[in-house]
């Protein structure tokens, strides 16, 4: 074992959280692209064939590996997939493509023994390996429960023999969805469930002599990913392992929802340093996975080679000025309520900045979520309306929504004749120096290294305080999180606004090889603000530091913020503003076009804020994602749809033509369901 890479993680989940420090995992050879160690954070997707389609997966798997892909994982649901895989394999390598294949195993131990022999990488999942689901409750003595570790260690121990002789490489992937009755009744739907179902394994391994390992903890919803993953850490180095990290938001879904999710659980773990592997899971075509992948892999590359690749990861080791942030369960700051308005129990609030915009035209606060209508004069609200507007030094020269905020610079502020619905935001030293702080709301725009200055301990403080708290470090958020745990030392429970501000054209620019210096497209940028953006405030959201954000991105549209903005609260599901899905990426063993299958539910059901539908190609995750769904659509044979509430399947096996209308039946049935408003 590297024993030196795991000293530096004593009792902790990374190596800092105060600055950029990767985790150094032992070296894993996996064909001729290594994971872990010092290599690159590598990229990989999953084929969306039938796996007996030899062409079909080759030809996918040649576009997978142009977009990118190091790794090229396929499904073996059988013995007989398992076995073509050897056919597949034969013409790729015959094409010129060398690029490692995976074997993804669910339920079948024979087949991956058969896979073993001819992939680089099998991966299993040890919810389902040797277990089944069938969601009973049983009280195990601990007799009983090392009884079933040694009936499991029978099962598996064949695969970890052959993957020995023939140098295969595995994956260990945890899922949240499909977690063993076992481990269910001893530790509960948990990260600590999700711990264990893997480590039993990896004993396992170790027994064995057999260390060629990747683990996984992957869940639909990012901050029990987040958890689990931090969890694993932990728990390997109190046992000695340090094996690479597999990271992914499985069932993430599409378009913009799948990549903010995908963001705020991967981007997350990678702000510590944690990852040495990323498979983005998008309801979408396999390709278009990779590019994301990549573009949250480059700031990492870049982060790593400003601060020196080479250095020891004891000199970023400075401990946080608290001990008490549990980063293994969700607790929300606590703060006071100011205004009755922002922090305290009120849901996180959302700025956009409007001060470059038409202030003559009150169509421009369509993209903040109000709609006006001439004849009525009037405004409607969205379920995505923000609640502050920043003006800057901008005054409107129409009336703004009655129950809209406005910010304005103190300096234009005090000048207002009508301040109803105003308020100022500060520099630290007008805050200071202010004649007048009689606004019921008071922003105060602070850094953290301001918290050490003079002027910070001259600040009044009252209850009408927010702080917008900015940051201009390459490692932002571990810079934010560090206010934070500062505030709690200093027993400070002030609301804060974190602000974040992008020059995607630079940032974008800086991650392009020097041949590759276009101009960056409108498609890109947006994308980039969505992965950042997802990263660096869902980073502290999933861990309950936050109450309100304000992305500030010139040059992206208000529309594109604001509901980036919204994205990140849902996924993080501290503000739930629409209908979540809960959709897998497909695989070969899909059972019907996920991506129609999706746009087709998501049309009907979109308008139904808060609820939670899961829809999945087959029943490897199905029933147990249903457990964090309100409804489930899952593919249970050709043409055949199981429809779930919550994780009890409610209708069985019914025609697909037939299953949307039903889905939307059981909804209505339990007074769920209402009418969409119509134009």
């Not at 938001?249 to 510590?272: P, W």
């Not at 004069?377 to 309306?385: I, N």
């Not at 004649?435 to 002027?455: A, C, F, Q």
Request: glycine share 8%; net charge negative; charged share 25%.
């Amino acid at each position: 074992m590297n024993a030196d890479a795991i000293k530096v993680l004593p009792g902790r989940y990374c190596n800092s959280l105060t600055e950029y420090s990767r985790f150094v995992t032992r070296e894993v050879h996996i064909g001729d692209v290594p994971m872990g160690g010092n290599n690159p954070i590598r990229i990989q997707s999953m084929t969306t064939t039938d796996t007996m389609d030899t062409i079909g997966t080759v030809e996918q798997s040649i576009r997978m590996i142009h977009a990118g892909c190091e790794y090229v994982r396929i499904t073996a649901p059988s013995i007989k997939e398992a076995q073509n895989l050897a056919e597949i394999k034969k013409q790729l390598r015959a094409r010129g493509y060398t690029t490692p294949l995976v074997a993804d195993i669910h339920f079948t131990p024979n087949a991956a023994e058969v896979a073993a022999r001819i992939v680089e990488k099998v991966r299993v999942n040890p919810g389902n390996y040797a277990d089944k689901k069938k969601f009973d409750q049983i009280d195990y003595t601990d007799a009983e429960y090392q009884n079933e570790l040694e009936r499991i260690y029978q099962k598996f121990s064949p695969l970890v023999k052959v993957c020995k002789e023939y140098g295969t490489a595995m994956r260990i992937g945890t899922n949240h969805g499909s977690l063993s009755d076992r481990i269910m009744s001893r530790y509960g739907d948990t990260p600590q469930g999700m711990v264990e179902s893997a480590m039993e394994f990896m004993r396992i391994c170790e027994m064995l002599n057999y260390y060629e390992l990747v683990i996984s903890m992957k869940s639909s919803n990012p901050q029990v990913m987040v958890q689990a993953y931090r969890l694993l850490v932990e728990t390997m180095v109190a046992e000695g392992m340090n094996y690479p990290l597999h990271l992914g938001v499985t069932e993430a879904g599409d378009g913009e929802d799948g990549r903010i999710k995908s963001a705020v659980g991967i981007g997350t773990l990678l702000e510590d340093g944690l990852g040495d592997t990323v498979r983005v899971s998008l309801t979408e075509e396999p390709e278009a996975e990779a590019p994301v992948a990549i573009a949250l892999v480059n700031r990492y590359v870049a982060r790593r080679e400003a601060q020196g690749a080479g250095r020891n990861a004891d000199d970023a080791n400075r401990q946080p000025p608290t001990a008490s942030h549990n980063p293994y369960a969700y607790n929300k700051r606590e703060t006071y309520e100011a205004n009755a308005f922002i922090g305290g129990h009120m849901v996180p609030r959302v700025v956009v900045d409007l001060s470059h915009s038409n202030l003559k035209d009150p169509a421009i606060l369509t993209n903040a979520g109000y709609i006006y209508s001439p004849l009525l004069d009037k405004y409607s609200m969205g379920e995505q309306s923000v609640d502050f507007v920043y003006l800057a030094d901008e005054l409107p020269s129409f009336n703004l929504p009655g129950n809209l905020k406005q910010l304005y610079n103190y300096s234009t502020w005090q000048k207002l004749a009508d301040k109803t619905l105003c308020h100022p935001v500060f520099s630290l030293q007008e805050y200071i120096n202010a004649e007048d702080r009689t606004s019921n709301l008071n922003l105060v725009r602070i850094k953290n290294t301001d918290v050490e200055s003079e002027e910070f301990a001259l600040l009044p403080m009252d209850k009408s305080l927010v702080f917008v708290l900015e940051t201009d470090e390459l490692h932002g958020m571990a810079d934010q999180r560090l206010f934070f745990f500062k505030m709690e030392e200093l027993g400070l429970d002030v609301p804060v606004i974190i602000k974040r501000s992008y020059n995607l054209n630079l940032e974008v620019g800086s991650q392009k090889s020097d041949d590759d210096q276009r101009t960056t497209s409108d498609v890109e940028r947006t994308t980039n603000l969505q992965l950042y953006s997802s990263t660096d405030l869902g980073a502290l959201l999933v861990d309950g530091f936050g109450d309100g954000i304000w992305i500030d991105a010139p040059g992206i549209e208000t529309k594109t913020i604001t509901s980036t903005a919204f994205g990140i609260l849902q996924a993080t599901r501290s503000r739930i503003s629409k209908t979540e899905y809960i959709s897998c990426p497909s695989c070969g063993r899909t059972l019907f076009d996920l991506m129609i299958t999706t746009q087709m539910i998501r049309s009907r059901t979109s308008h139904l804020k808060g609820l939670k539908i899961g829809i999945m190609g087959c029943i490897v995750n199905g029933p147990g994602e249903m457990a964090d769904a309100d409804y489930g659509y899952v593919g249970s044979g050709t043409d055949k749809v199981t429809l779930y509430r919550g994780k009890e399947a409610v209708k069985k096996n019914i025609s697909s033509a037939n299953a949307l209308d039903e889905l939307i039946g059981i909804i209505r049935e339990d007074g769920n369901w209402i009418e969409p408003l119509t134009d």
